[in-house]
Each structure stands twice: as structure tokens, then as C-alpha cells.
């Protein structure tokens, strides 16, 4: 099981969780959580699952204090994995304390616990306390007797059978005697990531608020249900788990979704931040349209327009929100910079809508301040939701691919002449939109964005992903590939 056997999203956003995980769709791979008492060898089984060293290994209770995450392979499937601190019941203050809680972040949002206990040393009281809140936990439970590395040894591990967690497994994570097997065996108990049971998501448009922390996604989505919902703290990092929040708006369904701010690689240090952000991919997949929350006394930061890349990428429509617009729209320079900024860092969007917008007053944390342009953000949002799920008539492209030709005719291809026959919506949600030509993948990229561009204003496809695919008529399939 080694990082070669790994596949790599080369479009990693967040060049900090899909990138670092390794996997392209991380966030929809079961979760495995190590839990064990200090010193039982739970960090060095960790580098012998994802095939590389990641967690700290010293002979030493402690070392490993918050959640560290990473992904494992085995017989062609992937898992996510994560080595949490040493678990003391008896120790309830100071750090001891902080690392039993993590733990119990971990136990909570795994699909499987494995419980490492040392084979040499027999079942602890502190291994049975342990194993009696696992199983009030009520999740599957699989125990690894590790330090096994003798025939003696593993004789000395059916003594862990005393925990009533089920079968023992002996092995060695620092020699890999028997984790092979073990692996077969942990296999069986994990779901498929298309197994997973579905959220129940209320029905409606699904607008999803994306940002970084601090950014007032929170204070938006209570201004916007006038109550507080969602909980608002200077701490960055408070919103870890997506919150679905429906209501009406000009007799429109729409479900809200606030999520934990999006850090940066580097930054995203800590396990509980790095678990928030794979929740918010997931709810990007579940979403319709994303609004980015910008804080406008900061402007678009490199990160902004990862985020903003990611949505896009995967066929969300985008909205733009400039929040906390009361902060620089008394000093007119800042403000038209600001703007001007925003529009140019944020151009590969195609013309989203920017909404300026803010809350002010005595409890805009609570949804009870004054709001300016809040009405108008929906508006832009549901705008984006219909130019998504656009359905354009076939005669009328087929009307403007010819204006379009006759505007501006396609370059020559291969020192022949490109016709283009028809053109037709073959999707929505994104749009793609499918022409036959002579030739395949026939036309350049700045003549598809002419096409695109064209397609775009007479349909106002804001902020929204259209693709566009050019087959050859009559051709064999090598020529019919989409470009």
C-alpha cells in the first residue's frame, strides 16, 4: 500500500485538502478513525496504511496531539484515515483533555473505528474504559493488537479478546507482519463512498456561502432569515459542519447552506479545520449555486479565486458577494479599486453578478442589524440558479452559430476550411452545448470563446460554466471526441 498506488487530482484547489489527501474525490471516501491509548504504536500504523511518513513516531506518549489526516489504498480502494492523540479516560485537564476530544470528533464522524491496543502489554483498564465507549458509540469497531512481531507475541494478543470488540487482529505495523490481512479485513467493514447515506436536503434552490473564515457567511445567512441560526464568533474556524436552512423568497424554495472558511495549505494546519474543509467540498457537490463571501476591506486573495476556480470547475454557478461594502464605500478610490479588482481577479467567472453588501447595527449577529443589497443577492443568486438549468431552443442557436459565422468565420483548420453544420443543447447544469462540423476538435480556443461569448450575452448565462463541444459529422470516432 503505497503512494503509488495513489491517483492525483492535478486540479487540487484548496492546494491543501484534495491535494494533500491524494486522492480526487476525497471527500466522498469512507473515513477510518486510529484510537487507542498513548503509545501503542497508533501513529506508526498510520504510516504504514497511507504508505509514507506523515505522523510524528517517537517512544514517547503525547506526540501526536491533534487529528492528522490521510488516504489509504488497498486493493484498488481508497479510504481516508486518521491518527488522532492518545486516548486517557483518567485524565480530564489541560492537553490530555484537548487530545480526548479530538478523539471524540474522530470516533463521531467515522464510518469505522480501529482500536490499537499493544499485544505485549495485555488489556489496560485505560483499554477497557476505552473499549466500553466504543461500543456505546455504536460504530463498527476493529481491533488491532499491534507489536506483535514475534509467534510469542501473538498468542499474548488473544488476551485483547477480553474487550468484547470482536476478532483481535495480531500485527506489526513497524515490521508489516500481518497487516496485509488485517487490510482484508478492514475492507469488509467499510461502506462504499457510494453507499454513504444521503443528507436529507430540503427541497428548493441550494445556494451554498463559500469564503474564507471571517469572511461573514454566517452574519449574512442570519441577516438573510432575520434570526440567528448559524453561530457568529471572531474565532475563525467556529462553522465546521454545513448547515441546510430553507425558506422562502418571492415565493421561491430556497435552502441556504453556510459552511467553514476555506484556508490555504499552509494555513489549514489544524485537523479540525482540514475536516471542515472537506465538508464544505461535499456540500459544493450537493449545491446549486455558490456565493463567494468576500470581505471587502480585504479584497480577492489568491485564495478567493481558488475557491471560486473549484466551483466553477465543477459546473457550479458563481455569485459574488463584496460583504462588509460599509467598511470602504465612503472613500471612493478604494471602493472603484476594490471593484475594479474584484472584476479582473475574478474574470474566468464570465461576468458573475457582484453584489455589494452589508450589515451594520446592533445585533447583526443575531440577524436583527440593517442590511443593504441582501434581497438583491438572492435575486443575482436565483438569476444564476435559471442561467444554469438554461434550456435553449435548437433553432434558436442554430440562429445565432449562423450569425455568429457570418460575423466572424472559423479559422482555417490543417490548411482546410472549417463548416460548421449545427449546433444543439445537449445539457443543462451546466450548459453544453454539442456543434457538428467537418472536422473535430476543429476550432481554436479563441474562436470558441467568440462562439461562447456570443452565446453568453444573448442568453445571459452569467456566472455560469457552458462547455462546448465540437464533433466531426460522418467521421469515425476518433474525429467525433469532443474538444
Wanted: aromatic share 4%.
Amino acid at each position: 500500500m503505497g503512494e503509488e498506488s495513489m491517483t492525483h487530482d492535478s486540479q487540487a484547489l484548496l492546494e491543501g485538502i484534495q491535494d494533500e489527501l491524494g486522492i480526487e474525490d476525497a471527500a466522498g471516501a469512507p473515513l477510518v478513525a486510529i484510537i487507542g491509548r498513548p503509545n501503542v504504536g497508533k501513529s506508526t500504523l498510520f504510516n504504514r496504511l497511507v504508505g509514507r511518513r506523515e505522523a510524528i513516531v517517537e517512544d514517547r506518549p503525547g506526540v501526536t496531539r491533534d487529528r492528522l489526516y490521510g488516504v489509504a489504498s488497498w486493493e484498488g480502494r481508497h479510504f481516508l484515515i486518521v491518527d488522532t492523540g492518545g486516548v486517557d479516560p483518567s485524565l480530564d485537564t489541560g492537553l490530555p483533555k484537548h487530545i480526548r476530544s479530538q478523539a471524540e470528533v474522530a470516533i463521531e464522524e467515522a464510518d469505522v473505528i480501529l482500536f490499537v491496543v499493544d499485544a505485549s502489554e495485555g488489556p489496560t483498564a485505560v483499554d477497557v474504559e476505552i473499549a466500553e465507549h466504543l461500543r456505546r458509540s455504536g460504530k463498527p469497531v476493529i481491533v488491532a493488537a499491534n507489536k506483535a512481531d514475534s509467534p510469542k507475541r501473538e498468542l499474548e494478543a488473544a488476551a485483547m479478546n477480553e474487550l468484547g470488540l470482536g476478532t483481535v487482529h495480531a500485527i506489526s505495523a513497524a515490521h508489516g507482519r500481518a497487516v496485509g490481512d488485517f487490510c482484508d479485513a478492514l475492507l469488509e467493514l467499510l461502506p462504499a463512498a457510494t453507499e454513504a447515506k444521503p443528507e436529507t436536503i430540503p427541497p428548493g434552490t441550494r445556494i451554498a456561502f463559500l469564503g474564507r473564515p471571517n469572511a461573514g457567511k454566517s452574519t449574512l445567512i442570519n441577516s438573510l432569515l432575520r434570526q440567528q441560526r448559524v453561530i457568529v464568533s471572531d474565532e475563525p474556524g467556529t462553522t465546521r459542519d454545513p448547515i441546510y436552512l430553507p425558506f422562502r423568497f418571492r415565493e421561491r424554495d430556497i435552502v441556504l447552506t453556510d459552511t467553514a472558511g476555506l484556508r490555504r495549505r499552509k494555513q489549514v494546519a489544524r485537523a479540525m479545520e482540514k475536516l471542515a474543509a472537506i465538508k464544505s467540498i461535499r456540500t459544493m457537490e450537493r449545491t446549486e449555486v455558490v456565493v463567494l463571501v468576500i470581505d471587502a476591506s480585504e479584497g480577492v486573495t489568491d485564495q478567493d479565486q481558488r475557491i471560486a476556480r473549484m466551483a466553477f470547475e465543477r459546473g457550479k454557478g458563481v455569485v459574488v458577494a463584496l460583504h462588509k461594502w460599509d467598511l470602504v464605500r465612503f472613500d471612493g478610490k478604494l471602493a472603484r479599486d476594490r471593484l475594479e479588482h474584484t472584476l479582473e481577479s475574478l474574470s474566468f467567472l464570465e461576468h458573475p453578478h457582484v453584489i455589494k453588501s452589508s450589515v451594520v447595527g446592533s445585533g447583526r449577529d443575531e440577524g436583527a442589524g440593517r442590511s443593504y443589497n441582501l434581497d438583491e443577492l438572492l435575486d443575482a443568486c436565483l438569476s444564476t440558479a435559471a442561467a444554469l438549468n438554461k434550456r435553449i431552443p435548437t433553432s434558436a442557436l442554430n440562429e445565432e452559430l449562423q450569425a455568429a459565422v457570418a460575423a466572424h468565420s472559423p479559422p482555417i483548420f490543417r490548411n482546410k476550411p472549417v463548416r460548421l453544420y449545427f449546433a444543439t443543447q445537449a445539457e443543462n447544469s451546466p450548459p453544453l452545448i454539442v456543434i457538428s462540423a467537418n472536422h473535430g476538435r476543429c476550432l481554436n480556443p479563441a474562436y470558441e470563446r467568440f462562439l461562447l461569448g456570443r452565446i453568453r450575452r444573448r442568453w445571459h448565462l452569467r456566472g455560469v460554466p457552458v462547455r462546448l463541444v465540437v464533433r466531426g459529422r460522418g467521421r469515425g470516432n476518433k474525429d467525433r471526441k469532443g474538444g
